[in-house]
């Protein structure tokens, strides 16, 4: 019997928590067991406060990050008025085309309270990546898959109402 006792509440495993979390999210939910039991290894957790940048505007950073727990504030406007883009919370995935190559950041994250996420760093995701070069074609589709999406998704909530906006849409024709 453990030491915690029959009605102790259990203290969560974070590695469970990673792999649970990452199975969850667009890049990852297709890879087997074994290959996601890495990555989710090599993330590692980040304790943000209220105010905090995880990344901003302008910046080539390599990391992409999935939140545990909290919010966080997408916002656009380096000089001048900031503007909201939106929200994320908890299971959010952002980042993940950092994790492929340069990728300077078109938008800010900012936390809103204190907030935890899991940070993916583009060296430790190529090497694992060596270890399982078979996964790469699965990467690219669900990179692909997403980017259809996001337009698609895009189209039907604003296409008819965007006016200027639809003849810079295309990035799915990539």
Not at 78 to 101: H, M, Q, T, Y
Not at 117 to 127: A, G, N
Request: proline share 5%; with cysteine.
């Amino acid at each position: 019997m453990s030491s915690l006792g029959k009605n102790s509440p259990e203290v969560p495993c974070e590695f469970k928590e990673n792999l649970d979390l990452l199975r969850q999210t667009y890049l990852f939910s297709g890879f087997p067991l074994e290959s996601l039991k890495v990555f989710a290894y090599l993330g590692t957790r980040e304790k943000l406060h209220d105010g905090d940048y995880l990344f901003r505007q302008g910046e080539d950073d390599d990391q992409a990050y999935c939140i545990v727990s909290g919010k966080a504030r997408l916002e656009l406007g380096d000089n001048g008025p900031v503007r909201l883009i939106r929200e994320v919370g908890p299971g959010d995935f952002i980042g993940g085309l950092a994790l492929l190559g340069d990728a300077r950041r078109l938008y800010s994250l900012r936390a809103i309270g204190e907030m935890v996420c899991i940070v993916l760093k583009r060296e430790k995701f190529s090497k694992a990546v060596q270890q399982f070069p078979d996964q790469m074609p699965r990467i690219f589709r669900a990179v692909v898959e997403a980017v259809i999406d996001w337009e698609g998704r895009f189209l039907v909530a604003l296409g008819a109402d965007c006016g200027g906006c639809l003849p810079r849409l295309g990035v799915s024709l990539l």
